[in-house]
């Protein structure tokens, strides 16, 4: 028996994996702070995962384009990616090649990717998948906060706390076991849909604001004009812990609540009342989540969520707070190791010559070989196989035609390239256009360590062996690497060896891992980061002072702007994507365990009555979704709580059932977030179904 953690989202609840009928492993909750024993469908099914029948035992390699993926040895896979990488660099330049990675990776394996692509590529063009789930809060929190911690507490402060907003965040379906968290306290929660959070808060006495999608932020404004105009903002912590109300108040001082209404939909009523709730608690929270990070304004959104929370005076006191909540499994450690395109280990900015100094001090390699910031992930996505573009793609842990905004395009630029090596257990979608397939072992086959949502870095333990034929990422990346001419002790194919030199990059660095060693990790000890080498971990953040120079919060001086795109009589619907209780983002693992795939098995678009009347559908019917960039089939869903405007797809379905077909690929200017919440859509049935 070994107790480890899920192998899906950011609670990373804690769970047993034990041998189960006929032998096969199988998960059972284990008692830990974020989950108290609980689990969700999808983790009590996870084990099934590692003995799916598809499992990949040995490399795929296609010789040419038209031919068909045909079984090779790892030397003869390996030689074929070096060649074809040093080819291509010596042709076209470092830049030719590009890495993508995920933020499900552990700790050790988001750090050696992005050494990898820095040191043994020489590249520039790196980025991940987490750029699409929590770029905007990590954004918005640098901004405001001067560090990116997405929750600054522990889960359990949260226990306590009278009133919650949740915007944009539906954890009763994505995160079940954080509802125990929230038991006590009223909840507010900011969706379009009738969520099952947003139902549950109706339940227990509590409030469901249902902003049209795209104007969350006109409500944070609303919110926080309401919470002024009736004297209930914290004059004092203003003036002695934070910068910028002024400017912040120049953009909210229009926003009176019945403004506010006519623009979101929320009644001035609630606004006032939300605001009135909120800013009386005892102990309140504002957290955010997806629904309102997945925007061209993302950033800015949760700006204005983290400036009411400021205006309040919630963070950085114990018993109130703002954070987000983290998505992906390891979305908060993988975006502080180096795998984003602008930034180094520690959460160091790329850009930062000290920072270079450092992490190129622990590389053994001269500063000056580090390349600066590459494209963000749709950028470099959609830059595949076009003029100046990477000709060759190494995708770790990802699986972006599925989960990538307008993802036929996407399709198109990966098919363009000269060479996709794809390292993944199954043949997921993106390894199936793959030319070579490198099998890898999955969570529960290999040790390493994750960050969850609150920052808290966790051992997960191997509890099995891998099947033969199976490699771990780091040995993929050290037979590469070697192959590409470096040394093989740079990069360590054991996770302890990579987590020592990874404490040293980030030591110094905002997020500080240089005291998380095996023995503190051992010992249960809760390493909250910052977490120094001699030092106290850090359970809260921001008491005595921010991470400002100056140790204030920043205010953000923000104002709403419509969503990129517009509904008009061609497309006259808005969809919203999310997610379901029971599959995790492209599928790729959940859709292969029999029972979640059995109880969700088809895409579907929940749809008002009287909208789907007007489009000549009923329950059950297939319909085809049509937007600017594509269309997709899913199954009607009627609900009679759902706006009439609006259409909701999970996004975890793919080929001609992605929603992702539908999304915009417009950008946050400063996340570089796509805007998965907003596209123009028309519905009509299907018409070969
Ligand atoms: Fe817990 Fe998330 Fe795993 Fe469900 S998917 S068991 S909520 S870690």
Known sequence: MTTTHCPYCALQCAMRLEPGPGGALAARPADF????????????????????????????????????????????????????????????????????????????????????????????????????????????????????????FPVTDLDEAEVIVLAGANPAETMPPLMGHLSAARLIVVDPRRSATAAEALRRGGMHLAPRPGT???????????????????????????????????HAAAWWPERAEHVTGVPATDIRAAARALATATGAYVLTGRGVEQHAKGTDTTSAWINLALALGLPGRPGSGYGCITGQGNGQGGREHGQKADQLPGYRRIDDPAAREHVAAVWGVDPATIPGPGPSAFELLDSLGRGDGPRAMLLFGSNPVVSAPDARRVRERMAALDLLVVADFVLSESAAMADVVLPVAQ????????????????????AAEPPAGVRTDLEVLNGLAVR???????????PDDALAELRAASAGGAADYSGVTPERLASGEALYWPAPAGGPATPRMFLDAFAHPDGRARFAAVEHRAAAEDTDPEFPLVATT????GHYQSGAQTRRVTELADAEPDAYVEVHPDTAACCGLAEGDWAQVTSRRGATAARVRLRSDARLDTVFLPFHYAGEQAANNLTNPALDPTSRMPEFKVSAVRLRPHATR
């Not at 969350?216 to 309401?226: F, K, M, P, V």
């Not at 040394?487 to 194919?493: E, K, Q």
Request: charge should be positive.
């Open 484 to 494: 590409l001419g470096q040394p093989p002790a740079r990069f360590p194919t054991e």
């Open 216 to 250: 969350d932020l006109a409500l944070a404004l609303g919110l926080l004009h309401a919470a002024r105009l009736e004297g209930l903002l914290d004059a004092d912590y203003i003036t002695e812990r934070t910068n910028g109300f002024a400017q912040a108040w120049r």
């Open 443 to 462: 969570w529960a086959e290999e040790s390493g360590t994750m960050t969850n949502l609150e920052g808290r870095v966790l051992r997960r333990r191997k």
């Open 33 to 152: 702070p974020t989950n108290r024993g609980g689990l969700c469908r999808k983790g009590w099914t996870s084990a099934e995962v590692l003995t799916v029948p598809d499992r990949l035992t040995t490399p795929l390699l296609r010789e040419n384009r038209g031919a068909d993926l045909e079984p090779v040895d790892w030397d003869t896979a390996l030689d074929h990616v070096a060649d074809r990488l040093r080819g291509l660099r010596e042709s076209f330049g470092a830049d030719s090649v590009s890495v993508f990675g995920s933020g499900g990776l552990t700790n050790e394996k988001s750090y050696l990717l992005g050494k990898f692509a820095r040191v043994a590529l020489g590249t520039s063009r790196i980025d991940y998948n987490g750029r699409f789930c929590m770029s905007s809060a990590a954004a918005a929190g640098n901004r405001a906060f001067g560090l990116d911690r997405g929750m600054p």
């Open 578 to 581: 999310g997610r379901l209780m």
